[in-house]
């Protein structure tokens, strides 16, 4: 029996969305295609496969489509399709157009995320997160600016999926923060679900001039920064609760064992470098501390249409050199010419 399956994703990614479908899912066939959405039919869902929805890097959410919706009534309707008896509500827009120009509509999200619950009544789960096994009603608004029909789906959450409504949680730029990096790091964060714990000693590969270091600083991590660049002085002279920052300014891969402390807890790296280089300060670091670093969240630039090519043996090459038990990658709302990856190790 045929399934329509829905994807969303940054608007200026589709292109790049289509075609790691049509290389890893040849069986989807384009049916219906908007700014930051198109929906699919499969008629077979490959061997192999325990949902018909790609994992797809390009691709922030998926799910079954259910249809379009111009009214909360039709909302209600769409979602009477899903049988289970208890679902968790997950209502979001899709990525502006022009992201640096048009700012989300959170209170209008807001309100219709509280219109749907209300209808649902009692069979909606509390709070927003969803946890493995959750079944997911997608609720999905047009962009600011467009008049698009809501889309309407559903899927089962797992673990390659991000667990905020959309896959991942938009984080303002607070504006006494050095850089946007600062969201970034908080987005990666969420997405990942990477448990850091006050005291845990990172490692920040590209820390100037700091957005991200202040980030890690006030969860109460002991940031060790790794640029040659300038660390922005509010960085540099931290002095919080909790938490300590100290600055190497160096190349990652000149660093020495002596550089670094007997720990290191979480690797981060977001460098503004061609990610073949950044494999170079990578393979370096886990010489050094490879016997105690947890996990690596790593932000790849995308240089060019190559570098998105490449992609697969790029995971492949992080995945053998980190020891990764698991990968997953997708693109943030504050990174728009990156995908960030997170990667776990078993130590």
Same mark, same amino acid.
């Given at each position: 029996?045929?399934?329509?399956?829905?994807?969303?994703?940054?608007?200026?990614?589709?292109?790049?969305?289509?075609?790691?479908?049509?290389?890893?899912?040849?069986?989807?066939?384009?049916?219906?295609?908007?700014?930051?959405?198109?929906?699919?039919?499969?008629?077979?869902?490959?061997?192999?496969?325990?949902?018909?929805?790609?994992?797809?890097?390009?691709?922030?959410?998926?799910?079954?489509?259910?249809?379009?919706?111009?009214?909360?009534?039709?909302?209600?309707?769409?979602?009477?399709?899903?049988?289970?008896?208890?679902?968790?509500?997950?209502?979001?827009?899709?990525?502006?157009?022009?992201?640096?120009?048009?700012?989300?509509?959170?209170?209008?999200?807001?309100?219709?995320?509280?219109?749907?619950?209300?209808?649902?009544?009692?069979? &909606? +789960? @509390?709070?927003?997160? %969803?946890?493995?096994?959750?079944? *997911?009603?997608?609720?999905? !608004?047009?962009?600011?600016?467009?008049?698009?029909?809501?889309?309407?789906?559903?899927?089962?959450?797992?673990?390659?999926?991000?667990?905020?409504?959309?896959?991942?949680?938009?984080?303002?730029?607070?504006?006494?923060?050095?850089?946007?990096?600062?969201?970034?790091?908080?987005?990666?964060?969420?997405?990942?679900?990477?448990?850091?714990?006050?005291?845990?000693?990172?490692?920040?590969?590209?820390?100037?001039?700091?957005?991200?270091?202040?980030?890690?600083?006030?969860?109460?991590?002991?940031?060790?920064?790794?640029?040659?660049?300038?660390?922005?002085?509010?960085?540099?002279?931290?002095?919080?609760?909790?938490?300590?920052?100290?600055?190497?300014?160096?190349?990652?891969?000149?660093?020495?064992?002596?550089?670094?402390?007997?720990?290191?807890?979480?690797? &981060? +790296? @977001?460098?503004?470098? %061609?990610?073949?280089?950044?494999? *170079?300060?990578?393979?370096? !670091?886990?010489?050094?501390?490879?016997?105690?670093?947890?996990?690596?969240?790593?932000?790849?630039?995308?240089?060019?249409?190559?570098?998105?090519?490449?992609?697969?043996?790029?995971?492949?090459?992080?995945?053998?050199?980190?020891?990764?038990?698991?990968?997953?990658?997708?693109?943030?709302?504050?990174?728009?010419?990156?995908?960030?990856?997170?990667?776990?190790?078993?130590?």
């Amino acid at each position: 029996m045929p399934e329509f399956i829905f994807a969303t994703c940054l608007p200026r990614s589709m292109p790049y969305l289509k075609r790691e479908l049509a290389r890893t899912r040849p069986d989807l066939r384009l049916a219906y295609s908007r700014p930051g959405l198109i929906t699919m039919r499969t008629d077979a869902v490959p061997p192999g496969l325990s949902t018909p929805e790609p994992q797809a890097v390009f691709a922030r959410a998926t799910g079954r489509s259910l249809g379009f919706a111009d009214s909360l009534d039709r909302i209600v309707e769409l979602a009477e399709l899903v049988a289970a008896p208890e679902i968790r509500v997950h209502v979001f827009a899709r990525d502006p157009v022009k992201p640096d120009k048009q700012i989300p509509d959170y209170e209008g999200i807001k309100r219709w995320r509280d219109s749907v619950r209300g209808q649902l009544g009692t069979r &909606v +789960l @509390d709070g927003d997160d %969803a946890k493995p096994g959750d079944t *997911v009603l997608d609720v999905v !608004l047009p962009p600011p600016g467009m008049t698009d029909p809501i889309m309407v789906g559903w899927h089962i959450h797992d673990h390659w999926r991000g667990a905020a409504p959309g896959g991942v949680c938009q984080v303002p730029v607070p504006p006494e923060v050095p850089s946007r990096a600062y969201a970034k790091i908080e987005e990666a964060l969420h997405w990942s679900a990477l448990e850091l714990h006050e005291g845990d000693v990172v490692v920040e590969i590209g820390s100037a001039p700091g957005g991200a270091a202040m980030a890690l600083l006030q969860r109460g991590a002991n940031v060790i920064g790794i640029d040659p660049a300038r660390m922005d002085p509010r960085v540099l002279d931290w002095h919080g609760a909790c938490g300590t920052f100290r600055h190497i300014s160096n190349y990652a891969e000149r660093l020495r064992t002596r550089d670094l402390p007997a720990k290191v807890d979480w690797l &981060v +790296l @977001d460098a503004n470098i %061609a990610p073949h280089r950044a494999l *170079v300060a990578l393979k370096h !670091l886990m010489s050094l501390r490879g016997n105690s670093i947890r996990g690596l969240l790593l932000t790849l630039k995308l240089h060019d249409d190559g570098v998105i090519e490449d992609l697969p043996v790029l995971f492949a090459q992080i995945s053998e050199l980190a020891g990764a038990i698991s990968l997953r990658a997708t693109q943030l709302p504050s990174a728009h010419q990156e995908v960030v990856v997170w990667v776990q190790r078993s130590l």
